[in-house]
């Protein structure tokens, strides 16, 4: 094997490595969710090439509002899933739009865009 071969060829297996690293296990650092005067917890969510957090942490036995507003006009990102609870909804572009829903359990429950390609997770404690 060429030398230009073996560059390629380690080139290419550490870019995997990297996506592998980024996407799935990089940390990410947790936002608590702010619990509002009526004892609603609130988080917002800025949609814009993912979610920003992706990861809240709320109370279980609490109601919960996450706001999305969508920041971008990529198609993905044109509808937020939570099948945990059964919501989901549209996030027209410079919207705001909020879910509400109650976490009547402590465990961790993604949310993620119709494709996928977005992903978010809510713990409950």
């Not at 094997?1 to 996407?23: C, E, H, K, N, Y």
């Not at 917890?41 to 999305?68: C, K, N, S, W």
């Not at 937020?80 to 465990?107: C, N, R, T, W, Y």
Request: glycine content about 10%; charged content about 20%; aromatic content about 10%.
């Amino acid at each position: 094997m060429s030398m230009d071969r073996i560059i390629v060829t380690l080139g290419g297996l550490g870019a995997i490595a990297f996506v592998v690293w980024f996407f799935w296990l990089g940390k990410r650092k947790a936002s608590r969710a702010a619990v509002a005067a009526s004892g609603m917890q609130e988080a917002m969510v800025v949609v814009r090439g993912g979610y920003t957090p992706d990861l809240i942490v709320v109370e279980h036995g609490r109601p919960v509002r996450l706001t999305f507003r969508r920041e971008e006009t990529a198609s993905c990102s044109e509808m937020v899933l939570l099948p945990d609870f059964h919501k989901s909804a549209m996030l027209p572009q410079g919207e705001v739009v909020p879910i509400e829903f109650l976490p009547e359990k402590p465990g961790e429950y993604e949310f993620h865009c119709q494709m996928g390609m977005f992903r978010g997770k809510l713990i409950v404690e």
